[in-house]
């Protein structure tokens, strides 16, 4: 015979019933409890704590406490965050040496600089998807930083190359 469960709130008190007879019956709502008093546990060590992190990150848990634990954050590192899948910012390139050169000499580094400034395929598709939602994104802010946008295209173009505008440097 098999069997059936059926729950039945009335008022304040909740019934099981099964096979039509009342099995357990559920207490008073309105009835204060008194708090459950947990024994003493000492703090744990550094030691304990880091046993405890270390069969946690043994068990393959992926326990959420890891991704934040020094010394097993590292593998929870989005694969598109690691190094060399992104390309270089831009604004890493930026050396205040360069302040006291010649436009010359200035001119001749940033064409041989971009000889060697590659963007593979997956570092664009990586940089595309970690900055889809553009102003959203800390990200995005960094990767458009030195680089000539829509924004600023007409400026970049009308300045003059001997005295270029101060703002449009800037940007």
């Known amino acids: 015979m098999a069997h ?14 099964i096979d ?14 008194q708090p459950l008093k947990l024994p003493y546990v000492p703090e ?8 405890l992190l270390r069969d946690l990150h043994a068990a393959n848990t992926h326990s959420s406490v ?3 634990s ?12 690691q190094d060399g899948n992104l390309p270089q910012p831009l604004v890493d390139l930026r050396d205040d040496r360069y302040l006291d050169m010649s436009p010359e000499a200035l001119r001749a580094h940033c064409i041989e600089l971009s000889r060697t400034l590659t963007v593979t395929e997956e570092q664009a598709i990586n940089a595309e998807r970690l900055t889809r939602y553009q102003s959203k994104c800390k990200k ?5 930083l030195g680089r000539i946008t829509a924004s600023i295209m007409k400026s970049v173009c009308t300045t003059s190359s001997e005295n270029p505008a101060l703002l449009t440097v800037l940007a």
């Open 20 to 33: 039509g007879h009342c099995c357990i019956s559920g207490e008073d709502v309105q009835q204060e409890r």
């Open 66 to 68: 890891l991704t934040v």
């Open 70 to 81: 020094s010394g097993f954050q590292d593998e929870f590192i989005p694969h598109i965050l």
């Open 140 to 144: 995005w802010f960094r990767f458009r």
């Open 44 to 51: 744990p060590t550094a030691l304990e704590r880091w046993e």
């Open 4 to 17: 059936m469960c059926f729950i039945v709130q009335l008022n304040i008190f909740v019934h099981f019933f």
